[in-house]
């Protein structure tokens, strides 16, 4: 089992930046793919990007391609999700995920990750 916190989140206006960070704890370590989610309200929780273990891979929705980048420091026990370019659309709350199935190096699917932070949330302004 693994706890994950979020943090970073905030208002910013529509072209600005936000970088946020997600801590993981707990006897599992931390050699797992991670992933980074979104809700707006009325919407689905929604895939934003994803890594691998070791951070040699990612994947990102279209939607962000471009403006956000996935990282992770595996020694500080930490995932990163740099978010640039912002506009109101990226409004939600954003989640940290993890996923300990040790199946495939990548997810995009909510329901193939094992482990969520509580979210923080973004608001962009126009």
């Known amino acids: 089992q693994v706890q994950l916190v979020e943090s970073g989140g905030g208002l910013v206006q529509a072209g600005g930046s936000l970088r946020l960070s997600c801590a993981v704890s707990g006897r599992s370590g931390v050699f797992f793919p991670m992933g980074w989610f979104r809700q707006a309200p009325g919407k689905e929780r929604a895939f934003v990007a994803g890594?691998?273990?070791?951070?040699?891979?990612?994947v990102y929705a279209d939607s962000v391609k471009g403006r956000f980048t996935i990282s992770r420091d595996n020694a500080k026990n930490m995932v990163y999700l740099q978010t640039n370019s912002l506009i109101p659309e990226d409004t939600a709350v954003y989640y940290c995920a993890a996923a300990r199935n040790y199946g495939r190096p990548l997810y995009t699917r909510a329901p193939e990750y094992t482990d969520w932070g509580q979210g923080t949330q973004v608001t962009v302004s126009s």
């Open positions: 890594i691998t273990w070791s951070g040699g891979s990612t």
